[in-house]
């Protein structure tokens, strides 16, 4: 199967997703409204990069734009979904952060042209920050429902299995491309785990309910 075909199934995963989330939107916690929001957004966004990719060839401007935006979405997400004051404060001064190290690392070190290994790595770490703290509250303030029906348990599981192993794919595509390897294989890496992370991700949107996870918003 080449890429092309791959990407096609991709887009249309998200598609599916997008439109499942839409259909539950009313029924869905803040947190997850949001979460269909940024499914709705990655399809566009992985959409215009494959046009302006074709066209230019380089679809870097894209991606730097875009690295910056998914970042912003998914801790709004995280934002409505732990309860910490002071957490909730630290997410949006991270949001803010994260656009000034990216207009730096545009300015000194990764140019519109160049992947945004440093804004990906650095967004990863972070996703990887929230997760644990979501796990944390859920611990403090568990629900009588049983684990494996809470969307929050599928959504955060998903983003920690996610970050980390995305964090492993761009630190060896940096080395791969400076040593001159074959990025190839770590392409297919990726996608697999971008099947996966969105197929859970529609699996929480299917699942979730606003009243659960307000009375668990509630008690945390």
Not at 125 to 153: A, D, G, N, T
Not at 161 to 168: D, G, H, I, V
Request: glycine residues 2%; aromatic residues 16%; charged residues 10%.
């Amino acid at each position: 199967m080449s890429i092309d075909t791959i990407y096609a199934v991709y887009l249309i995963l998200l598609l599916l997703i997008a439109i499942a989330g839409f259909t539950r939107f009313k029924k869905l916690s803040k947190g997850f409204r949001v979460l269909t929001v940024l499914i709705l957004c990655t399809l566009i966004s992985e959409s215009i990069k494959k046009v302006y990719g074709k066209i230019y060839h380089n679809n870097m401007p894209i991606a730097h734009i875009w690295a910056v935006i998914e970042y912003a979405l998914l801790s709004l997400t995280y934002f409505y979904l732990l309860t910490n004051g002071w957490i909730k404060k630290a997410i949006i001064v991270s949001t803010v952060a994260m656009l000034v190290l990216e207009v730096i690392n545009v300015l000194f070190f990764e140019k519109l042209t160049q992947f945004p290994s440093l804004i990906l790595e650095v967004s990863h770490i972070l996703y990887v920050v929230y997760s644990l703290l979501l796990f944390r509250q859920m611990l403090l303030f568990p629900m009588e429902q049983s684990l494996f029906k809470q969307s929050l348990f599928w959504f955060n599981i998903n983003v920690l299995f996610y970050a980390t192993t995305m964090f492993l794919n761009f630190a060896l595509l940096s080395y791969f491309i400076e040593n001159k390897l074959d990025v190839i294989p770590l392409a297919y890496f990726s996608m697999v785990i971008n099947f996966i992370f969105y197929i859970v991700i529609g699996i929480s949107l299917l699942i979730d309910n606003s009243n659960v996870t307000a009375i668990r918003v509630s008690n945390g």
